[in-house]
């Protein structure tokens, strides 16, 4: 990526360019489409980045950094803010001493995700300061601003994109990199220690905080007027904002900048400025309740139009109150494991000896489908384990010794290991069979390294996490590892051995992933070359 005065940039590059020039210190995050990228560019551009074993840790350690008057930000799509809930919840408590950003990205339509949800949500019941940008320009231009109302309020504040703007490029002007505070740290330990008799007082303070941040934002949030008729107005945010632009030129738009907290006597006047009133957003109608709860009149879209992203088309169709079938898109090819692929032959045989399989996150879930069909479960990360000790525990024995749980190596690193302490904490009568595919990285979201490929984000390398030894120091009866591409009958006779044991078993198939080993060869080289 070349500095220039107008630059063509996705969000996602157009976030760590902003990291860049803002003087983020620390950038944090585990990859998960439609975010990974971020990061990565960030690195590039010369950032510290690194890939934490999962999203609450990477928060903890960006909140760390942030409690040092550091600029810090943390990464992740939305199903990992799940992950870093926690944290999150009491951080807006705590405060931070610098400043601290966190980029949630949404999935609207579940491109490459397990589930729709809408992270505004956690802007309300958290109580963190969210901006919601429309294009690029707007996410470089809103990582500026959320560093500094993050550092005006001592507070997270939260960067919602969704996958049509980390992925889409439009034009960017670059502002002048900015001089960061220096670091230090200072003792704080009533606003920081959260035992109930600081956490009381903390949330009063956050209160006052959300309140005093409404009123900027009434005053000068980030929030945009278009006038033009008053027979329509239509109050949007995100990249639906330039969808209704298309959709109705000739509409008065108002455009909220920052979701939360709301800037509601800004919206009232619109509404009350306009003959009809019709909110065009994505995913959930959470403006449309937020405003209606305030008793301001507005029309939403029908539930037919809270599934998947918007477009023009849908938009016309919302605002002409059209909810007739919708013209389905012609089937693609579906997704399928590569040729070549080491877990390939894992299910051929898993399906062979008619397992219970209870799956993962990652490129391995397509064995769900055909030809294999040969996955019986996937809800979040790391859950096979505990879904499948969950089915061992309660069929009959002839059932349970079927159920294998199969997990990818980055998957287990993220929160499959709770559940290996699970095994051993609370063992089946039957036992049980635990695969680990380690194909040596985290394939699905673009081939990023993990603690158990020992390589950090920029190839440098580091510690190695050994699952073998994990499952020895836990006390797993048997721990197998093997290649099933050399010796597929070896493998078959394997897995059915294991499953009529009374143990705890892990077997660790280890095969690199081809893309993965051929991206990692040429990352390798180049670090190499500039050194």
């Given at each position: 990526?070349?500095?220039?005065?107008?630059?063509?940039?996705?969000?996602?590059?157009?976030?760590?360019?902003?990291?860049?020039?803002?003087?983020?210190?620390?950038?944090?995050?585990?990859?998960?489409?439609?975010?990974?990228?971020?990061?990565?560019?960030?690195?590039?551009?010369?950032?510290?980045?690194?890939?934490?074993?999962?999203?609450?840790?990477?928060?903890?350690?960006?909140?760390?950094?942030?409690?040092?008057?550091?600029r810090a930000m943390v990464t992740m799509k939305h199903v990992g803010l799940n992950v870093a809930a926690d944290p999150l919840f009491t951080s807006t408590y705590t405060g931070v001493g610098g400043a601290f950003v966190v980029v949630s990205a949404d999935d609207p339509g579940m491109a490459s995700s397990q589930n729709e949800q809408d992270n505004r949500h956690y802007a309300r019941a958290a109580g963190i300061p969210t901006l919601e940008p429309s294009d690029s320009q707007e996410a470089y231009d809103m990582t500026f601003l959320a560093v500094e109302l993050s550092e005006r309020w001592r507070i997270p504040v939260m960067l919602r994109?969704?996958?049509?703007?980390?992925?889409?490029?439009?034009?960017?002007?670059?502002?002048?990199?900015?001089?960061?505070?220096?670091?230090?740290?200072?003792?704080?330990?009533?606003?920081?220690?959260?035992?109930?008799?600081?956490?009381?007082?903390?949330?009063?303070?956050?209160?006052?905080?959300?309140?005093?941040?409404?009123?900027?934002?009434?005053?000068?949030?980030?929030?945009r007027r278009v006038d033009g008729e008053k027979s329509l107005g239509i109050i949007t945010s995100g990249v639906s904002f330039v969808h209704a632009r298309e959709a109705a030129p000739e509409a008065s738009v108002l455009k909220i900048g920052m979701c939360y907290p709301l800037p509601m006597e800004t919206l009232r006047r619109f509404a009350q400025s306009v003959d009809r009133c019709v909110v065009i957003e994505e995913g959930d109608p959470y403006l449309v309740e937020?405003?209606?709860?305030?008793?301001?009149?507005?029309?939403?879209?029908?539930?037919?139009?809270?599934?998947?992203?918007?477009?023009?088309?849908?938009?016309?169709?919302?605002?002409?109150?059209?909810?007739t079938e919708e013209i389905k898109p012609f089937r693609g090819k579906?997704?399928?494991?590569?040729?070549?692929?080491?877990?390939?032959?894992?299910?051929?045989?898993?399906?062979?000896?008619?397992?219970?399989?209870?799956?993962?996150?990652?490129?391995?879930?397509?064995?769900?489908?055909?030809?294999?069909?040969?996955?019986?479960?996937?809800?979040?990360?790391?859950?096979?384990?505990?879904?499948?000790?969950?089915?061992?525990?309660?069929?009959?024995?002839?059932?349970?010794?079927?159920?294998?749980?199969?997990?990818?190596?980055?998957?287990?690193?993220?929160?499959?290991?709770?559940?290996?302490?699970?095994?051993m904490y609370n063992p089946p009568a039957t036992g049980h069979v635990l695969i680990i595919l380690d194909n040596g990285t985290t394939a699905m979201t673009g081939l990023q390294e993990h603690p158990g490929t020992g390589r950090r984000l920029n190839y440098e390398p580091t510690g190695k996490l050994a699952y073998e030894d994990l499952a020895r120091i836990l006390g797993f009866k048997h721990v197998d590892i093997c290649d099933p591409t050399k010796d597929i009958e070896g493998f078959e006779r394997l897995v059915r051995?294991?499953?009529?044991?009374?143990?705890?078993?892990?077997?660790?198939?280890?095969?690199?992933?081809?893309?993965?080993?051929?991206?990692?060869?040429?990352?390798?080289?180049?670090?190499e070359g500039s050194e």
């Open positions: 990526m070349v500095d220039t005065k107008r630059m063509l940039l996705s969000g996602n590059e157009a976030v760590a360019l902003a990291a860049r020039d803002v003087g983020i210190a620390l950038g944090t995050g585990y990859p998960g489409t439609p975010s990974t990228e971020i990061l990565e560019e960030f690195a590039k551009l010369g950032g510290q980045a690194q890939w934490a074993p999962n999203e609450k840790v990477a928060y903890e350690v960006a909140l760390g950094a942030a409690f040092a008057t550091a994109v969704t996958t049509r703007i980390c992925h889409s490029r439009t034009i960017v002007t670059p502002r002048s990199r900015a001089e960061p505070p220096p670091v230090a740290f200072q003792h704080d330990r009533p606003g920081r220690v959260m035992i109930p008799s600081n956490a009381r007082p903390a949330h009063r303070r956050l209160r006052a905080k959300l309140a005093e941040i409404k009123e900027w934002n009434e005053n000068e949030g980030p929030n937020s405003l209606r709860a305030e008793g301001i009149k507005v029309e939403g879209k029908a539930e037919c139009f809270r599934f998947n992203e918007l477009n023009v088309n849908r938009i016309r169709r919302i605002l002409a109150g059209e909810t579906p997704p399928q494991l590569c040729q070549g692929c080491p877990h390939r032959t894992v299910f051929e045989v898993l399906g062979k000896l008619d397992c219970i399989v209870t799956g993962d996150i990652g490129c391995y879930t397509l064995a769900v489908l055909p030809p294999f069909e040969a996955m019986d479960s996937c809800v979040c990360m790391g859950a096979s384990v505990g879904t499948g000790l969950g089915l061992r525990h309660v069929l009959p024995e002839d059932e349970a010794r079927r159920v294998v749980s199969v997990i990818g190596d980055s998957t287990l690193v993220h929160s499959g290991i709770t559940g290996m302490v699970e095994m051995e294991r499953l009529a044991d009374d143990e705890l078993t892990l077997i660790v198939v280890r095969r690199p992933c081809l893309l993965g080993a051929r991206k990692a060869k040429k990352m390798q080289l180049a670090s």
